[in-house]
């Protein structure tokens, strides 16, 4: 959930025009880790350093009636790793890995897939940079810290309501 999870949660608010979050139920799992003789897609790894969950799943609800249905992991028993983030509304849905518009249009359904787009091929360095400039005070940050504080309440409302077994609300 921190160290991956939480980044497609705030891609997902952020192409959900950023809702505000009113219920969350959420499970999270350290398991699959833990067994003899672990072994995933990412090779061995000794299960005895690990005290971070592996595996997370919540189901969100925000207060302009959208929801989210969530879930990451780092050792789930699957045959091959995916990055999957779908959102779905009513003039058309969108998968983001790779950027697919699905619309119902001339009495079909239509998936215009992406094939190139223009920008930077390292955004990773530009995200950088504006951090770095906002730090300084030379640039307004492209992530609010309002926007990382709503991220936070949201994993740590799935971590309560993982461990009081309740939904959680969030005011």
């Known amino acids: 959930m921190i160290d991956y999870g939480c980044h497609l949660l705030d891609l997902a608010l952020w192409l959900m025009d950023d809702p505000e979050p009113i219920e969350i139920v959420g499970s999270t799992y350290n398991y699959v880790s833990k067994g003899v003789d672990q072994v995933n897609l990412w090779g061995n790894f000794d299960a005895s350093v ?8 919540a189901y969100i609800k925000f207060a302009n009636g959208a929801s989210l249905l969530f879930e990451t992991s780092w050792a789930a028993n699957i045959r091959e790793e995916a990055t999957v983030l779908s959102l779905s509304g009513t003039q058309g849905g969108l998968d983001v890995f790779p950027l697919v518009l699905n619309q119902a249009k001339h009495g079909m359904l239509l998936n215009s897939e992406a094939v190139w787009m223009p920008g930077e091929d390292t955004p990773d360095l530009q995200q950088a940079e504006n951090f770095i400039n906002s730090c300084l005070g030379l640039a307004e940050p492209l992530v609010k810290p309002s926007e990382a504080m709503k991220v936070s309440k949201i994993i740590e409302a799935i971590y309560q309501s993982s461990a009081s077994g309740k939904v959680m609300s969030i005011n």
């Open 50 to 57: 690990f005290e971070v969950d592996d595996h997370a799943t």
